[in-house]
T-cell receptor
Framework: EPEVTQTPSHQVTQMGQEVILRCVPI?????FYWYRQILGQKVEFLVS????????KSEIFDDQFSVERPDGSNFTLKIRSTKLEDSAMYFC????????????FGQGTRLTVV | KQEVTQIPAALSVPEGENLVLNCSFT??????LQWFRQDPGKGLTSLLL?????REQTSGRLNASLDKSSGRSTLYIAASQPGDSATYLC??????????FGGGTRLMVKP
């Protein structure tokens, strides 16, 4: 069964460093998303991406964040200068369409900023 | 702003019981509602998707209902098993591009 794949599963980084989280969405999906879950809190939407553009973003997704689809299969989230409060589980998701379609999530990348 | 609440936050039941998890949302203008399962430290597994025009969906021992006008959904789990132990998340899609999640119900099914 097709699935969303995320790498790495766990990343530890020093405060102020840049990190790139990687995702391979399901192959025929056109819409891609990043969410995060701080320990003990709700899953929060960060950004959606379609046709090589950001289609919607939350107030969390500020200038330190960026997304890219560098090739036909990968979708990345870059955090330019990590802060302690960026420590969270980051989930990538994809869907065939928007609106009425089902979203499928990856297993997540646990980011720890020290 | 859409808010999603799940009650109870935690639930412990003996194996074999039928149980109901509740989800409420503040704005009825949604595209759909999705129920997920999350195992500790793991990703989100989609269980059921209910479109805004539908009243319920079933998959195996799971049945989800949606009452959009009252802003409520329930997830019914029949004949619970220890393997059902996980956190169950409800999420609504208020716009085409994002899901808004509830805080989850942590379920423990005891053998």
């Amino acid at each position: 069964e097709p699935e969303v794949t995320q790498t790495p599963s766990h990343q530890v980084t020093q405060m102020g460093q840049e990190v790139i989280l990687r995702c391979v969405p399901i192959s025929n999906h056109l819409y891609f998303y990043w969410y995060r879950q701080i320990l003990g809190q709700k899953v929060e939407f960060l950004v959606s991406f379609y046709n090589n553009e950001i289609s919607e973003k939350s107030e969390i997704f500020d200038d330190q964040f960026s997304v890219e689809r560098p090739d036909g299969s990968n979708f990345t989230l870059k955090i330019r200068s990590t802060k302690l409060e960026d420590s969270a589980m980051y989930f990538c998701a994809s869907s065939e369409g928007q609106g009425y379609t089902e979203a499928f999530f990856g297993q997540g990348t646990r980011l720890t900023v020290v | 702003k859409q808010e999603v609440t799940q009650i109870p936050a935690a639930l412990s039941v003996p194996e074999g019981e039928n149980l109901v998890l509740n989800c409420s949302f503040t704005d009825s203008a949604i595209y759909n509602l999705q129920w997920f399962r999350q195992d500790p430290g793991k990703g989100l597994t989609s269980l059921l998707l209910i479109q805004s025009s539908q009243r319920e969906q079933t998959s195996g021992r799971l049945n989800a209902s949606l009452d959009k006008s009252s802003g409520r959904s329930t997830l019914y789990i029949a004949a619970s098993q220890p393997g059902d132990s996980a956190t169950y998340l409800c999420a609504v899609r208020p716009t085409g591009n994002m899901l808004t999640f509830g805080g989850g119900t942590r379920l423990m099914v005891k053998p």
